[in-house]
């Protein structure tokens, strides 16, 4: 039962969709996917603004990892942003979510990344735990601010 990270390939925007509605179903947010198979293929095979690993166990897949690049104009140097990690239900605690974030860990060293991060919900305790024990540091003194939608629109004075 040897645990496998690999780079998604076009043939798994089925798969990645699927996991993602899991993990929005996990964070209390089932209906907000709206995310297609075209779309998610576009992002991540011809545009390439983000990546993808799936993690399998004996051929079945078992979790995935979404990441892209971002910038630090402090340190001059991109770093790795965690977009999505999620660890099938019946394959959590066995080792998947550490084997996702060490690969990735890797990547970004490989990358000359400056950072890894990612955001955490502050309800999901397991995941806050977890990741506190895998050395992340919490940022706390910083929040995070969204404009989407008509928001995002008035700001651009597109109303």
């Known amino acids: 039962m040897k ?3 690999r780079p998604a390939v076009p043939s ?3 798969l990645i969709l699927r996991l993602v ?6 964070e209390r947010e089932p209906d907000a996917v709206v995310a297609t198979e ?3 293929a576009h992002a991540l095979f011809a ?4 990546e993808a690993v799936i993690a399998e166990r ?3 897949a078992v979790g995935f990892a979404l990441f892209f690049h971002n910038f630090s104009t402090w340190s001059g ?5 965690l977009e999505d990690l999620y660890v099938t239900p019946d394959a959590r ?4 979510g550490t084997a996702l974030l060490r690969h990735l860990a890797g990547l970004a060293i490989d990358r000359d990344c400056a950072r890894f991060e990612w955001a955490v919900l502050d309800w999901n305790m397991p995941a806050v735990e977890f990741y506190t024990a895998m050395g992340a540091e919490s940022l706390d003194e910083w929040t995070v601010r969204r404009v989407s939608g008509t928001a995002l629109d008035r700001l651009a004075g597109r109303d």
Do not use: H
């Not at 140097?77 to 942003?81: C, I, Q, S, V």
């Open 12 to 14: 798994d925007v089925a």
């Open 58 to 60: 004996d051929g079945t």
């Open 77 to 81: 140097r991109k770093g790795l942003y």
């Open 47 to 50: 545009e390439r603004s983000a």
């Open 93 to 96: 605690g066995s080792g998947v």
């Open 21 to 26: 509605r899991e993990l929005a179903a996990f």
């Open 38 to 40: 075209d779309m998610l």
């Open 3 to 5: 645990l496998m990270i």
